[in-house]
């Protein structure tokens, strides 16, 4: 059974490391045209030296207008609408567990301006092009956290990621009638960057395996992991499939 994602046009955010990276990989291997957006210019220059035809570019996703400006840019170039937008930048930018009257405003404002305005601004911009099309795709990378507290701690990662269950949910309900599905994956702990693996650390050994024995395949995810469920919400086999959390989390209690 095929995807159906050979040709299609896909942007991928955040795509210059971890999951996003893997996002990008698994789409290019399907025969997508992939755009990827990212600040990391070095991780972006990996990933484009590893996908020849990936088209890369270097935008910091929470200045709106830079935003708006990559979803135009890739219209322009693929010659009409992102067939498949993946919403994937994000995370808690090395934020670490602190009590809330430590937190400050610009802590909380960073995290939630990357996991959650950035969506919303994105989506804005990639909807009237999806409508003109007559459909188009949306899946956004939230987090367990985004239905529990969050193993990080960080409360505005918790809080956003919830925020972004309710964008879509509610994009979900207003976009169908266009033909546009709207579906978030909800990914358990992956090992992706030095924050992810210093989390680890922090559980000490006893606190890695009792994590384990809260998975019910008692292992960690790891980016492909979280790529093939992107790509299934993705693909001509999720056509009726919208507002929907994914968990992907190997079954965690
Ligand atoms: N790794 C995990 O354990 C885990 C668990 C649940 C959810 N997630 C979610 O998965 C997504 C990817 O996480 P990851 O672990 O691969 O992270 P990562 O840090 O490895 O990759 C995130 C990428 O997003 C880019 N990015 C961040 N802020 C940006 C900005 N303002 N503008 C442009 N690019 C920006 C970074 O440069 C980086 O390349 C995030 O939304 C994260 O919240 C991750």
């Known amino acids: 059974m095929e995807l159906g994602l050979g040709g299609r046009v896909v942007a991928v955010t955040g795509a210059g490391s971890g999951i996003g990276r893997a996002i990008a990989e698994l789409m290019v291997a399907q ?42 840019a890739v219209e322009a170039a693929s010659g009409g609408a992102i067939a498949v937008l993946v919403n994937n930048a994000g995370g808690s930018l090395g934020q670490v567990p602190k009590d809330i009257a430590e937190v400050s405003d610009a802590e909380w404002d960073a995290v939630r301006e990357i996991n959650l305005d950035t969506v919303f601004v994105l989506c804005r911009a990639v909807v009237p092009g999806m409508r003109r099309a007559g459909g188009g795709r949306i899946v956004n990378i939230g987090s367990r956290a985004g239905s529990h507290a969050s193993l990080n701690g960080v409360q505005a990662y918790t809080a956003a990621k919830h925020g972004l269950a309710g964008l879509t949910r509610q994009l979900a309900a207003d976009l169908g009638p266009s033909g546009i599905t709207v579906n978030y994956v909800a990914p358990g702990l992956v090992l992706t960057n030095p ?22 395949l008692r292992r960690l995810g790891t980016p492909r992991d979280i790529a093939h469920a992107v790509a299934f919400l993705a693909s001509d086999l999720a056509a009726f499939v919208s507002g929907a959390v994914l968990p992907v989390d190997g079954g965690m209690a």
Do not use: F, N
């Open 31 to 72: 025969g997508a045209v992939v755009h990827a957006a990212d600040r990391a210019a070095a991780g972006l220059a990996d990933l484009a030296a590893a996908c020849p035809g990936l088209r890369a570019s270097v935008v910091e996703l929470t200045d709106r207008a830079a935003a708006a400006g990559w979803i135009a």
């Open 195 to 216: 924050a992810r693996e210093a989390q680890w650390a922090r559980y000490g050994e006893a606190g890695q395996q009792a994590m384990l024995g809260r998975v019910g």
